[in-house]
Structure formats: structure tokens, C-alpha cells
């Protein structure tokens, strides 16, 4: 989670949207009063907040309790095609958690873990976007270093953002299709239905 009063906007940090990655770009730009949770496992280091927050801060908790006055901040985000996401989140997991996932089928996985990165109540309130919210697709990761040059200022050379891909090199198989069967797919739409809706991704 990012709150910069330098450049008036709030990043709420989703899961498996590259959004680690986002932090460590972004943080050497921000102004000494600006707020971002930063992660130990990434080196990156939390501002003016306490260091163990979990930086995956709801909107409605970051505008009630960390800054009631944002409402007049843009808020950006980074979403991601449901049915890649869970197959990432499966890789991450089993990386992070070989105990638990290590000899876990992806099918097992979609019917029995409740860590799925569902994160639409992330970035809404009330189930619904607000109207200064931006979200940038994972899939076109470009767009809002396009986005923070033009109306922020802040340049990040996009070479730099190849060069620096957090948690990268965990994924087995790059083709999420590969891993899905007609149970999976069932699952995904019926746990992502808004973010399915919203940003018209399929299969």
C-alpha cells in the first residue's frame, strides 16, 4: 500500500499483480511524508508506517483509519485475469508453503485453499469501484508507469521494470490454461464473478 501526498494518489496493493514490484519501483520517488507498508521478503522499506503491516490494506480501511482525507487522491490498482491469478497464487504458495502445497494438485488447491487472491472487496467499498479509481490491467503492466509519467512526473525507464520483477522464476508453466479443467474453470467463475464482469476477462 502506497499513500503519496507528493503525487495525491493511494496504491492498494492486490495479490499476484506484480504489485511488490510496483513498491520497490516507486518508493525511491516518494516524499518524506508519504506511506508505503514495503515488505522485508523484497527489500523494500516500510515508510512512516509500522514495518510488519500487511501491505495488502483494504480501501475502505486505508481511507478510514490511515487517511480519511484521500478523497480527493486517485486510487490505483493492478487486477488480474482471474484464471491466471489462481495459477500463480498456486505456484506462490507452493513455493512459500512447501508443507502445506508442496505435493498439492492444482485441482486440490482450487477446491480446498482459502488463500485464492480474491481481492475486488480490496480496491471497492461496498462491493462497488469509486469514482477516482483507476485499475491497471496486469496484463498491460506498462499502462500505469505510462500513467504515473504523464500525470504524476515520475519516469520509471520501463527497461528497469524488466530488470526488476519480484518473485519471478517460481512459476512451473507459463500457459495457465494448461493447468485448468472444467472444475477449476467453474470455480474461478464462480469466485471472481465481479472482476470477470468488470474487466470482461475470460478463459
Known sequence: MIISHKYKFIF???RKTAGSTFEKLVSPYLGEDDVCTGSSR???????????????????D????YFPEGTNYDIITIERNPYDKVVS????HQHIKPHQFGDMSFSVYM???????RDWKLYTIDGS???KTKVFKYENMNDIYVWLKKMRGVHIPLDKLGQTKLKSGIRKVKDYR???????????????PDEIKEFRYEF
Not at 497464487?89 to 506462490?92: E, L, Q, V
Request: net charge neutral; with cysteine; glycine share 4%.
Open 12 to 14: 492498494v496493493k492486490t
Open 129 to 131: 469501484l469509486q469514482y
Open 62 to 65: 486505508i481511507m478510514s483509519k
Open 89 to 92: 497464487s498456486y505456484y506462490w
Open 42 to 60: 523484497d527489500e523494500t522499506p516500510a515508510l512512516n508506517i509500522r514495518p510488519d503491516t500487511n501491505g495488502h490494506i483494504p480501501l475502505g
Open 178 to 192: 494448461e493447468l485448468h479443467n472444467d472444475n477449476t474453470k467453474k470455480i474461478v467463475l464462480d469466485l471472481f
Open 111 to 117: 477446491k480446498t485453499c482459502n488463500l485464492l487472491p
